[in-house]
């Protein structure tokens, strides 16, 4: 068998998310289907992380075993071939030693959320951000969201069906910045609860509106409660975006 690690981009909106289920199409079912006609062999995808439903990423990343003997680029070329019209693309292939875990030897993740903030309605990023009409003060937002770095209690923004053994984890950086009408929110941490991202970047949205202050985020985490929780944001604009290892 040989390990090849794959680096994948999708588009999350016709997907009921990364996760093989049995009520609707995944990404990681179009892509399993995908090697097995190139290979004859049923295979079973790993990735760094989980997405729902309408979360896209632009550089997940993900292993499959293989006994066929294929070459990367002959493999990623035929993955890509077979896998359309899904909005589905490998980027990148390589063999990667047995021991190599998509998810297990993963140090941390990287997520950007974006907000198209602009009273007109969207046209060619329908489903690829949120937009929100009011103005935004992306540098209250910023400034709020430095409340939530480091080690928390973060059940407030986990959603009920979180399959984590703890709520607590360490977040690394939370940053938000404006590019003209767009606010985009980076989140990294070795790993995030189910729902936490889109739960931090809505009571966030709240603090840019003036709704909340940043004493009101605090007070949100502190209360350990998701009936605390302001707004879960919706999935349209989120984004995995990076997976990182050990050089």
């Known amino acids: 068998m040989t390990r090849f690690r794959l680096t994948v981009e999708f588009d999350g909106r016709p997907f009921m998310g990364w996760q093989r289920q049995a009520h609707g199409p995944t990404v990681q079912q ?15 995808l790993h990735a760094a992380g989980r997405t729902d439903a309408g979360v896209h990423a632009r550089a997940m990343t993900a292993h499959v075993d293989i006994a066929k003997d ?52 969207l046209t060619f990023e329908h489903g690829l951000a949120w ?35 703890s709520p607590v984890k360490t977040l690394d950086r939370l940053d938000v910045r404006r590019i003209d009408d767009v606010i985009e929110i980076e989140a990294a941490a070795r790993s995030f609860l189910h729902h936490q991202v889109r739960s931090m970047v809505g009571c966030l949205m709240l603090v840019g509106q003036g709704r909340w202050s940043a004493d009101d985020l605090s007070d949100a985490l502190e209360a350990a409660d998701r009936a605390e929780l302001g707004l879960n944001a919706p999935p ?9 290892y050990p050089e």
């Open 131 to 165: 937009r929100v009409a009011n103005e935004l003060d992306a540098q209250a937002m910023n400034d709020a969201a430095q409340r939530l770095v480091g080690l928390h209690d973060f059940t407030t923004f986990r959603s009920a069906h979180c399959q984590a053994e």
């Open 30 to 44: 179009a892509i399993e289907e995908a090697v097995a006609r190139t290979t004859g062999e049923t295979v079973v």
């Open 70 to 121: 294929i070459a990367p680029f002959r493999l990623m070329e035929a993955i890509n071939a077979l896998i359309r019209p899904a909005p589905v693309a490998i980027l990148g292939c390589e063999v990667v030693p047995d021991d190599w875990h998509a998810r297990f030897s993963c140090l941390g993740r990287r997520y950007i959320y974006r907000i198209v903030n602009r009273r007109a309605p």
């Open 236 to 244: 349209d604009g989120l984004y995995f975006v990076e997976a990182r």
